[in-house]
């Protein structure tokens, strides 16, 4: 029989790496809180029979939140044999609270006292034995991220698994709750398991009401047990919930009181306050941010990263593979549709991608390091200032900070999000900051037309950021986003050493979907995309053309290319390449790659997108990155807003709406950078000073939905 | 018959390696597809942390 291990514990106190440690498994690490949204199971490492399950971080069994919903659920119905509590060492105080509430479900419970390595160095001491003798459970130190202390946790989990538990439970309440609790035992015994006795009394008289729902206990019964728990709030001066949670909070203050030694008591800071008093300073958290990724975008895209992706696409594809291969092909009579089918379609297109994959690896090392460090979470905290008074929380820059890797997670990270207008507009607007598939569309037109400038990425980053704040302004002032943001709370994480493991584990993750996506998807893109380049009608008669400007492409990419033109980039080879972005944001590059003769230029010897800088002009060129950054996403992330929207209005609400708004900032960026750079006044300034006119009005217009809040709340306080 | 093959050896055989690789990435996509694995940036949904809200069982 295989036996069930929970890990429980609160958010960032290190579960996943425990996990990670005890599994052999490979779960993305992520050192912000909500990681992990649903449970995630693995086998013991050495136990076949031992299934070990992370649950969401929680900090109490209260369904305020989806994480705690799931991990409740799971705790109380599915029964697992033996739970793991990780408790942060640096946090006792707070996280124990969480301990209190799981060891009342009577399930044997170890308690692994995780970042020991942090609170020795801190000079603090936690005395184990006398924290195990308070709270009745086996207590064992753990540094989960130095892989110490989880096999010892682990086996003594495995031990205590499904035993009785015979313990004494910690005199966590005071005689009167005790009292009326034993009274709601008593009425309830025989329809609840014996186990769980006690967790359902104090659930019922804290009138958790999705117990209440789960149990339908009789009215009689209910007005019973109702006047139990009222004699008690009468008796101590409160509500039944906030009498458990103080009481909670004060046996654990004496505990902690009694078995824990800090070497700084009071308000000495730790070196996070420290570098927190600067990084996330009032004034100065902003400019670094940007300072930062800047930094980050200029090492990547312009500096080693230039360097690298310049001899991967010069001296790799263009003189060893192509140079070689297309002699080979030569010397051995392959009939030239097949060698062009070789290196303009899947050479061109596959290699233009893949020219980009050590650039997209330094960008993805160093975001991994910046996330593993602790920095993102500071972020999200940041973010939370300027995004409150546009009317979104903090709470949304998390999936942003997930969409900076890819669209589709990031999309579904926002069902944290409680409030439904907040989550549909994080949905929404959340793929607007540049995923890593569109960074090779950025480092094309950075190293093509702008000099290799890190300033492109930045901005591509920022203006993605701006356009969450102008859509967050522009649809509160809707009354199907109006209201007021949700609070968000976010614990900060200390700020450590990376983890080399996860840092190489996140950039290796990220970086071989790259190429894998490169071997399948972009592979077949780009063959479909030499034929339909590669054959068209001439004269009445289908053929292999040998100008791809009369081929069955161009001609479907002439029909759509006008919708284009006021945008700067009205010719077919990028109107077809903004469409093939939506099979995958990467085959932007590489349609380019194939339309614009990849492997020709490279024989030539010239600069390998030199062909493609004839077709575009620096200020057509950012237009159409723009547009391509901020439209629909690709067909995978559609997916996840379809199913996260679960409603097929809001799906194409979301798809025209991300569409509109990239095609005015595009219009509005071409057509007023072509007036002040000296071009001259037409139709489509015309248009541009209309559209600019209507978003001004839409930003800027009163918000009559705030004034209503505002009106009810008076009359509430009234 | 024989001498088209043996003039043309070169191009049937590197063109069957083409089609074989084609249709293997073919098979992987609808497998993909079938799996409910997408073709993210984030090696498909198996690996993302709230991949069991989507795929029960």
Request: charged share 20%.
């Amino acid at each position: 029989m295989s036996i069930k291990i929970a890990l429980a514990g609160n958010p960032n106190s290190g579960k996943t790496t425990l996990f990670n440690d005890l599994t052999g498994s490979s779960q993305h690490v992520g050192n912000w809180p909500g990681v992990t949204v649903e449970k995630k199971e693995g086998t013991l490492k050495g136990h076949k029979d031992v299934m070990i399950q992370d649950l969401p971080g929680i900090y109490s069994l209260s369904p305020y939140t989806l994480e705690e919903v799931v991990s409740r659920q799971y705790l109380v119905s599915e029964k697992p044999d033996a739970i793991i509590d990780i408790v942060d060492g640096t946090n006792i105080e707070r996280n124990l609270y969480l301990t209190t509430q799981l060891i009342e479900l009577g399930i044997p419970t170890v308690i692994a006292v995780n970042m020991i390595d942090v609170v020795r160095r801190n000079g603090d001491v936690i005395n184990l034995k006398q924290l195990a003798d308070a709270l009745g459970c086996e207590v064992v130190e753990t540094s989960a991220l130095k892989g110490t202390g989880s096999k010892e946790a682990a086996e003594k989990a495995v031990a205590l698994a499904g035993k009785p538990e015979a313990r004494e439970l910690p005199p966590v309440f005071n005689g009167s709750v005790e009292h009326a609790i034993a009274h709601i035992e008593e009425s309830i015994e025989g329809k609840v398991a014996a186990r769980y006795l006690r967790w359902y009394a104090i659930k019922l008289f804290e009138r958790d009401e999705k117990v209440i729902e789960e149990l339908k206990l009789s009215d009689t019964l209910m007005e019973h047990l109702e006047e139990h728990i009222t004699a008690c709030e009468n008796e101590l001066g409160d509500d039944a919930e906030s009498i458990i949670t103080n009481q909670r909070y004060a046996y654990i203050a004496k505990l902690v009181q009694a078995a824990v030694k800090k070497k700084h008591v009071g308000q000495k800071m730790s070196a996070s306050d420290r570098i927190d008093r600067i990084v996330t300073n009032r004034i100065l958290a902003l400019p670094i941010f940007a300072f930062v990724m800047f930094c980050i975008y200029y090492i990547s895209i312009s500096t080693i990263g230039d360097v690298v992706t310049g001899w991967t696409n010069d001296t790799l594809f263009g003189e060893m593979i192509l140079g070689n291969l297309s002699t080979w092909f030569e010397s051995i009579h392959v009939a030239p549709w097949l060698s062009g089918l070789i290196t303009d379609g899947i050479i061109g297109g596959v290699g233009a991608v893949i020219g980009f994959v050590p650039q997209m690896l330094i960008l993805f090392f160093m975001l991994s390091i910046l996330e593993d460090v602790g920095y993102m979470a500071r972020v999200a905290f940041i973010m939370d200032r300027i995004f409150r008074r546009f009317g979104l929380s903090g709470k949304s820059f998390i999936p942003m900070l997930i969409s900076s890797g890819c669209g589709v997670p990031g999309v579904m990270a926002c069902r944290t999000i409680e409030n439904e207008r907040d989550r549909r507009m994080t949905i929404m607007t959340t793929t607007f900051v540049p995923c890593g598939a569109k960074m090779p569309i950025i480092a094309l037109f950075a190293g093509a037309l702008f000099g290799g400038s890190g300033l492109i990425a930045t901005s591509a980053y920022f203006i993605g950021i701006g356009s969450v704040i102008i859509s967050g302004i522009l649809l509160k002032k809707t009354k199907a986003f109006a209201g007021e943001a949700a609070p968000f709370v976010m614990e900060l994480p200390a700020y450590h050493v990376p983890s080399a493991r996860n840092v190489f584990h996140s950039t290796w993750e990220r970086g071989w979907s790259f190429i894998r996506r490169a071997g399948t998807i972009i592979l077949a893109s780009s063959v479909v995309l030499w034929f339909l380049q590669g054959f068209g009608i001439v004269d009445g008669v289908f053929g292999m053309v040998d100008d791809n400007n009369t081929s069955l492409l161009a001609a479907m990419g002439t029909v759509i290319s006008p919708v284009f033109a006021p945008l700067g980039f009205g010719g077919w080879k990028a109107t077809v390449a903004t469409f093939t972005g939506l099979i995958a944001k990467e085959n932007v590059v590489g349609t380019f790659g194939v339309l614009c003769g990849f492997s020709e230029v490279a024989e030539d010897g010239m600069e390998i997108w030199s062909n493609l800088a004839a077709d575009f002009t620096p200020l057509t060129a950012y237009s159409f990155m723009l547009f391509n950054l901020l439209c629909a996403p690709c067909f995978a992330a559609i997916g996840a807003i379809k199913r996260e929207m679960n409603n097929a209005k809001w799906t194409w609400a979301a798809i025209g709406y991300l569409c509109g708004y990239a095609y005015v900032i595009a219009l509005l960026v071409y057509q007023f950078g072509r007036l002040f750079s000296g071009g001259s006044f037409g139709i489509g300034t015309v248009f541009a000073i209309l559209v600019l006119a209507g978003l001004l009005y839409l930003l800027l217009r009163k918000n009559k939905y705030d004034e209503r809040i505002h009106e009810r709340k008076v009359a509430a306080n009234v | 018959m024989f001498e088209l093959i043996a003039q043309n050896l070169a191009t049937i055989m590197i063109g069957a390696v083409v089609f074989a690789i084609l249709a293997a990435v073919v098979i992987q996509l609808i497998k993909d597809h079938k799996n409910h694995r997408s073709s993210c940036s984030c090696c498909g949904c198996k690996n993302c942390a709230s991949s069991g809200v989507c795929h029960r069982g």
